[in-house]
């Protein structure tokens, strides 16, 4: 299994303004990733943080505006660029282990952009 | 991509009664993950199916894939209030990327 942790747990912002978000597993994984919840909504997928290169971004999302880092195999930064309303949302990044394709999740960052 | 769509959106359910929640796809899964997030946490994974008919338990939980693995279903027996949540199905697609289906959030009433 694989302990994640999120910082921060919330955070308020103003438009225009940037944030990074860390997240933190306990131990060595390949694949980490970054989704998307909004209130009341699935889960959608940003991205997959590569380690030691550019994240791979789906359909929908771009560097620009979601740069993502992965300097490591236990740590990933995802910033939301110049954020609007828009993009008040919880962010949440997980983790795969080899056993069996499990994906464990962070606890969430919850951002209100006002 | 895949899309995986889920019903019912809401489950309203007394307590000790069962329920089911289906998810559906109109082209073949390579396989089924579900996972249950509680209000106000995060998802937390709960099972994979993988092979065409598999049917897995895990004690009131019963997971199934259907035949021609374009459908799955989570049944739960005897409802508790520890089974509030959203119950999600997933694809897991090249790159290990995770296809959600839109949720079944679970009420229970006492």
């Known amino acids: 299994s694989a302990v994640i942790s999120q910082k921060p747990s919330r955070d308020i912002c103003q438009r225009g303004t940037s944030l990074t978000i860390q997240c933190q597993v306990d131990s060595q994984v390949t694949m980490m990733f970054w989704y998307r919840q909004q209130p009341g909504q699935s889960l959608t997928l940003i991205a997959t943080?590569?380690?030691?290169?550019?994240?791979?971004?789906e359909s929908g999302f771009v560097i620009d505006k979601f740069p993502i880092s992965r300097p490591n195999l236990t740590f990933s930064t995802l910033t939301v660029s110049n954020m609007s309303p828009e993009d008040s949302s919880i962010y949440l990044c997980?983790?795969?282990?080899?056993?069996?394709?499990?994906?464990?999740f962070g606890p969430g960052t919850r951002l209100t952009v006002l | 991509g895949q899309q995986v769509m889920q019903i019912p959106q809401y489950q309203h359910v007394q307590e000790g009664e069962d329920f089911t929640t289906y998810c559906n796809s109109s082209?073949?899964?390579?396989?089924i993950q579900w996972y249950k997030q509680r209000p106000g946490g995060h998802p937390v994974f709960l099972i994979q199916?993988?092979?065409?008919?598999e049917v897995k338990k895990q004690k009131r939980l019963t997971f199934q894939f259907g035949e021609a693995k374009k459908n799955s279903s989570l049944h739960i027996t005897a409802t508790q209030t520890t089974d509030v949540g959203t119950y999600f199905c997933?694809?897991?697609?090249?790159?290990?990327?995770?296809?959600f289906g839109g949720g079944t959030r679970v009420l229970v009433k006492p």
């Open positions: 082209t073949t899964l390579s396989n």
């Open positions: 997980s983790a795969e282990t080899s056993a069996p394709d499990t994906q464990y």
């Open positions: 943080a590569n380690q030691g290169s550019e994240a791979t971004y």
């Open positions: 199916l993988v092979k065409s008919g």
């Open positions: 997933a694809e897991i697609s090249s790159g290990n990327k995770l296809t």
